[in-house]
T-cell receptor, first 116, second 116 residues
Framework: GDSVTQTEGPVTLSEGTSLTVNCSYE??????LFWYVQYPGEGPQLLFK???ANEKGSSRGFEATYNKEATSFHLQKASVQESDSAVYYC???????????????WGLGTSLVVNP | NSKVIQTPRYLVKGQGQKAKMRCIPE?????VFWYQQNKNNEFKFLIN????????QIDMTEKRFSAECPSNSPCSLEIQSSEAGDSALYLC??????????????FGAGTRLSVL
């Protein structure tokens, strides 16, 4: 079945350093790939999504490229800030479910702690 | 900020008791999802609706949960007889479309259920 594997956290960084959170996926289909972020006490919110292979998504300084050959969607940011502290989830949407509903396959999340 | 409203934020129940939580989806969103997020950050899809109709639900939901999304009223999810393993964060999400794998889900802040 479909699966998503991402960097195990917590990841602890100092402000101003660079971030990479690895995300690898398995599916027989051609999914849309998502990064969601969950701040403490809140529900997840979309960071960005990429529906097509070889395209890049970006938001708030974060970016990821949909690499179909490597089946990867790694999240990167050049310079993190304390306010980026949150849990980051990689997810895929399997188009098999198109028509009636869409369900996300979630990774286990990567907790990021950024120290000032 | 999310416009999906979930109440209550916290719910404490004894084993065997009913536990009911509510969700007001974002205005204009016909599709509503319920997810269970456990302490390991794993997401479990429970059920989803399009307007008032159930699209899909898992076996556990069919047997022990009662859920509905009546017209002009909040959606609700009720556990008929709470078990310790039901302790989790229950997330409601809504979306504009039900039939596309590129769907963005908009989550509420969740209801944290503790079953003593």
């Amino acid at each position: 079945g479909d699966s998503v594997t991402q960097t195990e956290g917590p990841v602890t960084l100092s402000e101003g350093t660079s971030l990479t959170v690895n995300c690898s996926y398995e599916t027989k289909q051609y999914p849309t790939l998502f990064w969601y972020v969950q701040y403490p006490g809140e529900g997840p919110q979309l960071l960005f999504k990429v529906p097509k292979a070889n395209e890049k998504g970006s938001s708030r300084g974060f970016e990821a490229t949909y690499n179909k050959e490597a089946t990867s969607f790694h999240l990167q940011k050049a310079s993190v800030q304390e306010s980026d502290s949150a849990v980051y989830y990689c997810a895929l949407s399997d188009p098999f479910y198109v028509g009636d509903n869409s369900k996300l396959i979630w990774g286990l999340g990567t907790s990021l702690v950024v120290n000032p | 900020n999310s416009k999906v409203i979930q109440t209550p934020r916290y719910l404490v129940k004894g084993q065997g008791q009913k536990a009911k939580m509510r969700c007001i989806p974002e205005k204009g969103h016909p599709v509503v999802f319920w997810y269970q997020q456990n302490k390991n950050n794993e997401f479990k899809f429970l059920i989803n609706f399009q307007n008032q109709e159930v699209l899909q639900q898992i076996d556990m939901t069919e047997k022990r949960f009662s859920a509905e999304c009546p017209s002009n009223s909040p959606c609700s999810l009720e556990i008929q007889s709470s078990e310790a393993g039901d302790s989790a964060l229950y997330l409601c999400a809504s979306s504009l479309f039900g039939g596309t794998s590129q769907n963005t889900l908009y989550f509420g802040a969740g209801t944290r259920l503790s079953v003593l």
